[in-house]
């Protein structure tokens, strides 16, 4: 692991899951809760998470662990707009690299009406669609779009942290140190000191970790990494009901700076 980035003792002191174990807990059909917060809040919320029993999934003999995904659009970004326009059914596609492993998948998640999020991915050899054969079949069939519609649109890097609970009904994601690159404006962006939270359940169990973030007054914020990615790197586009999301973002930031 990069020695620069934060090493969070809570979370080095929990318990170990590996990806094995956590075959039960993939919620590829969930309901997911977003939350934005700051690298100070983490702190708190990783000392009260290991105190009730959560344990942290190990990669690579790592806690923290880089990711990077590569989200395709169409040329006029239309799940972009789609998100930006409010509406609840919509798509993403992306290649997700687990950098550690160099494992990667070419994953379709959509969202219905219900809010219920549905993931499908396929592992695949290298991270360039253009280059995977059954890419084209699997985008056709999972998604709206067809391969020869979309293209790079967006990049993001992170550090994540993911815990499990004891009853294996929940798994919570904590990104940090979350940087973006747009490969058609050549344009970057990054948000230092900010963490992106995403609790996945399955909506049948309760949930501690929902009681925790309400102790630390860290509250719900729908946010998409990749439509604020896109928002912040593309010189001129309309963004929507994204500019008060970032206003938020860096409203946090600047408070947790101070």
Do not use: W
């Amino acid at each position: 692991m990069d020695r620069r980035i934060r090493t969070y003792p809570a979370v080095l002191g929990m318990d170990s899951i590996t990806l094995e174990e956590m075959e039960s807990v993939k919620l590829m059909n969930r309901i997911d809760s977003k939350y934005v917060t700051t690298d100070d809040k983490l702190d708190l919320l990783l000392e009260r998470a290991a105190r009730e029993g959560y344990r942290a999934c190990i990669i690579a003999g790592e806690k923290i662990t880089p990711y990077f995904s590569m989200y395709y659009d169409t040329p006029d970004l239309e799940m972009f707009r789609i998100h930006r326009a409010g509406h609840s059914v919509r798509q993403k596609i992306r290649v997700r690299t687990y950098t550690l492993t160099g494992t990667t998948y070419l994953e379709i998640k959509r969202k219905n009406n219900k809010g219920r999020t549905k993931k499908k991915r396929i592992l695949i050899p290298v991270a360039d669609l253009g280059k995977v054969s059954e890419a084209s079949d699997f985008i056709s069939r999972e998604s709206r779009y067809t391969l020869d519609r979309v293209s790079e649109a967006c990049t993001t890097s992170f550090y994540r942290i993911t815990l499990v609970n004891k009853e294996k009904t929940e798994r919570i994601t904590l990104d940090t140190n979350l940087s973006f690159t747009n490969p058609r404006t050549g344009c970057e962006a990054s948000l230092p000191g900010t963490v992106i939270i995403e609790l996945k359940q399955d909506g049948r169990h309760s949930s501690t970790m929902k009681g925790i973030l309400l102790d630390l007054r860290i509250h719900p914020f729908k946010v998409s990494k990749y439509c604020i990615g896109t928002a912040l790197t593309t010189p001129g586009l309309y963004r929507g009901r994204f500019k008060e999301k970032i206003r938020r973002i860096e409203k946090m930031r600047k408070a947790n700076a101070q």
